[in-house]
């Protein structure tokens, strides 16, 4: 086609399918949407959605929540799939807490890089050290990490599960910046941290913000708490991304600066549709938007790739998870 018609907004909106006589134009959305309904009615699947996915994904989409909340969600569904569409370590707990499910991930390359900034020997190293703590894994971890941690969290409850283990010293992984803002909230715990990170949240500089503040001096600053502890200093909250969305909700002010992937103030705007919402621009999880819709459809119509785990892993992963669950959140 020519590109100078591709360049062009309209015509990107469309879509070519070539089965039916070749050139015939059908609105992209609309068309991929209606069909992935078909689809997901006839294979009884649920759709579940993070809250940094594409606004097409998030759109069509049975449930959009923050992690803790997609864990839960993915215990609660009589369907037989699941198309999990986020990054691989959500889609490993949810296939982890429903091993009789197919739990199907869009694009089985959508990683978190903080998930696999810990390996096993390094942290049985760590837990050879120190017998007497506890492991807390924050959920951005692979399923094999699960096997040697005592108790997952989330950033929505992290301080609580912290706050009420029974062990004095607890390792905390793998993100350092989550673990020092816990640390701050949970003080008499001794807190050995992992040296991981989020790369879109670590990017996120407290001088960002004082921008956007001093463009919008109105606006609440809400910011999640893997970005560094000096951004975290100059918000006036810092929460999961569902504590945002709660927040925001309930909040008398008109206008918000928010501080995490920007791809949650999609969700902020559709159920706030009186208030402003400011991104960081910047803050972007490219892991987040390798799933499209396209990927979704496909994903129905083949219910691959599928999240695979060995029986053991699944046995033993399962415990912290379940540990994190009967605590619940903490926002
Ligand atoms: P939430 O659980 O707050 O949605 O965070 C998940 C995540 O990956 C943040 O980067
Ligand atoms: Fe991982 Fe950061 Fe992306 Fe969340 S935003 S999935 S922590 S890389």
New binding site residues.
Partial sequence: MNKRIWDNLYFRNLYMDRKNNGLVFLDMKKEIGTKIEELKNKHSTIILAHN?QIPEVQDIADFVGDSLDLAMRATKTDAKNIVFCG?NFMAESAKILNPDKNVIIPDIDAR????DMVNSEDLMKLKNDNPDAEVVAYI?TTAEIKTLSDICCTSSNGAKIVKNSSSEKVIFIPDRHLGAYIQRLVPDKEMILWPGL????HQIRKEDILKLKKLHPEAEILVHP?CRLEVIDIADYAFSTNGMVNYARKSDNKEFIIGT?KGLCHRLKKENPDKIFYPVKSAV?P??KKITLEKVLNSLRTLEPQIKLSDEVIEKARKPLQRMMKVGRGD
């Fill in positions: 940094y990054v978190c890089p903080m998930a951005n989020c790369p879109t949240h893997e992937e999880c892991n987040m």
